[in-house]
């Protein structure tokens, strides 16, 4: 009687375990950053503005997970050369979850971009594989751009036409087939100088790949420890 009852305890345990590794969670992504003419000179770069974030659906939408990131911002001070990192994230109420703020040198900035270049291309082929069983539902690119002179805006366009589309391809083809065609766009802007960009990407994977790809990541990374630790010198 005692072993029946635990398997009626286990069982269902058991099968929410399986169903949380083989069902896939849909993951939307959601990026906004708008930067308008601003007279005053200043230092500080908006990296996020408010409408980025990331929403999970998890068991084909029975569980949902919304996280808000108000804004980001990166503060440069002239005189030292610090930057400093400003983000508050919010929950789907709206409520403040976590403040971060913290200061890099330059010299630091540049060490830690390295050491994350070297893991990089020690662990990649985990990121390839992650991406080649991830599924995309959409990809949404949108951009208005305005530069000083209609000239320089003619140029920046173009040069973000390139860019898009070379970075377009270069993620559609380490995709799963098949996949949505991109939704991209650029509207010049010549009346005023901003920057309004808008990204939206829907995709979906299956946790059980995420930790075989994170466990194929920590491997690479374990295998080539020696090798990274001697570039960084």
Request: proline share 6%.
């Amino acid at each position: 009687m005692g072993c029946s009852m635990w398997y009626l305890i286990l069982a269902p345990v058991l099968i929410l375990l399986v169903l949380l590794l083989i069902a896939p969670v849909k993951v939307h992504i959601s990026y906004v950053l708008e930067e308008k003419d601003d007279p005053k000179p200043n230092t500080t770069l908006n990296i996020s503005t408010p409408g980025t974030g990331v929403s999970l659906s998890i068991l084909w939408g029975l569980f949902k997970i919304r996280l808000r990131l108000s804004s980001v911002r990166l503060v440069f001070n002239i005189f030292a050369p610090v930057f400093k990192l400003r983000a508050r994230l919010t929950g789907r109420s709206g409520d403040v979850l976590a403040r971060e703020k913290t200061s890099i040198s330059a010299g630091r900035a540049i060490h830690l971009y390295k050491l994350a270049m070297c893991v990089y291309r020690a662990t990649a082929p985990a990121y390839r594989y992650l991406l080649s069983v991830t599924k995309l539902h959409r990809f949404s690119w949108r951009t208005r751009l305005g530069m000083p002179r209609a000239d320089q805006t003619g140029m920046a366009v173009g040069l973000l036409w390139i860019a898009k589309s070379n970075s377009t391809a270069y993620l559609y083809r380490r995709l799963k087939k098949p996949a949505p065609r991109p939704e991209l766009e650029i509207i010049p802007v010549f009346s005023a100088r901003m920057v309004d960009t808008r990204i939206e990407c829907v995709f979906s994977l299956r946790p059980w790949q995420v930790i075989l790809s994170s466990i194929m990541a920590i491997w690479l990374y374990l295998k080539s420890k020696n090798s990274l630790a001697r570039s960084m010198m």
